[in-house]
């Protein structure tokens, strides 16, 4: 399921650039996405043969692939000269969602009506649908900014087209590793700590939440790092950081160490994916349709890719291996 939802994703890239394409209005194509996912919520809802469930799964990461791509591709177009500060917001609201959601999903879970989580998600959908219909936006004037992110250099000039090339692959290699990363931290940290520390399993599902209450932290810093660093420097540190507290995380066999690791994790991860955004498309002007594109779609291919390798690596390998 993991995996069929993180290929739809990627199909969901090109067909949302397509649409822009097609609709002309931004705003047209993300209340089309919010209808989807609520037709696919809906569809769940009532309990159809497993085989339809995953079809339904496919069809709703379609849904949410383009909703982030077009939002994206809205934030570098309008919120030009405060991109980074403007995404550290957004992905504060992203991290929100992802703490609020599941919690939504649980307390339907206690009182034996799980079903209803695809209901209230679905009603959701319909809900910002209606929303985007009337929403209207100039993208013209927007470039004086309220708030400017922190030493904001010309885009560089490439002396050829090959290594204009190199430098974009770069990018969506790094964002390609990162959603890897998250993807396989979010979907087996409950089972690194089962196997790895041996916690009980309430301690093992409580790792994912501080990991994602440290990512709401770090994302809401985020916005007011960036004045102070630049974009360099602010990646630089965060995947060094990343990597530290994963060897340490590894070679540490201690419950209450792994716990502040993973909030270490969580904060050094927490601005990764909309710093390279931002960086990215100001290292590409006039190509933000395309680089957003390629950032989204390589973070759903890594999200796809890292978390079938490593499920694979800790059934035969374990989890030593696997991390």
């Known amino acids: 399921m993991v995996f069929v939802s993180a290929v739809g994703f990627i199909v969901g890239v090109p067909i949302s650039a397509w649409l822009m394409k097609v609709l002309m209005k931004e705003k047209y194509v993300l209340a089309l996405s919010a209808i ?47 991109r980074a500060v403007v995404m550290s917001y957004l992905e504060v609201s992203f991290g929100i969602g992802a703490l609020c959601m599941p919690l939504i999903a649980s307390v339907l879970i206690a009182n034996q009506v799980w079903q209803y989580s695809f209901l209230v998600t679905a ?14 936006f100039a ?61 009980t399993p309430y301690y093992a ?66 601005g990764v994916y909309s710093i390279t955004m931002v960086y990215a498309n100001h290292t590409f002007p006039g190509m933000t349709r395309l680089v957003t594109s390629l950032v989204t779609a390589f973070a759903g291919f890594g999200a796809a890719v890292f978390p079938a390798l490593i499920g694979y690596s800790m059934d035969h390998s374990g989890t030593v291996s696997a991390l």
């Open 36 to 82: 989807v996912i609520a037709i696919a919520q809906f569809s769940v809802w009532n309990l159809p043969p497993f085989g339809w469930v995953v079809a339904l799964n496919f069809l709703n990461s379609v849904g949410a692939a383009a909703i982030e791509c077009v939002v994206a591709t809205l934030m570098m177009e309008i919120f030009v000269g405060r």
């Open 139 to 199: 993208k013209e004037g927007n470039e004086v900014a309220e708030s400017l992110d922190a030493n904001i250099a010309p885009p560089p000039m490439f002396k050829t087209k090959q290594m204009k090339r190199y430098i974009l692959f770069a990018f969506v290699f790094l964002i390609f590793m990162y959603s890897g990363i998250e993807g396989s931290l979010n979907h087996f940290m409950s089972s690194i700590f089962l196997n790895h520390l041996e916690v």
């Open 205 to 270: 599902s409580l790792s994912i939440g501080l990991f994602w209450t440290a990512m709401v932290i770090g994302r809401a810093a985020t916005g007011w790092i960036i004045r102070k660093v630049n974009y360099a420097s602010y990646l630089r540190w965060s995947m060094f950081g990343t990597l530290v507290a994963i060897v340490m995380f590894v070679l540490w066999w201690d419950t209450v160490v792994s716990f502040i690791l993973v909030i270490m994790m969580g904060l050094t991860m927490s």
């Open 123 to 136: 009603c959701l959908g319909i809900i910002m649908a209606v929303i985007w219909s009337f929403i209207s």
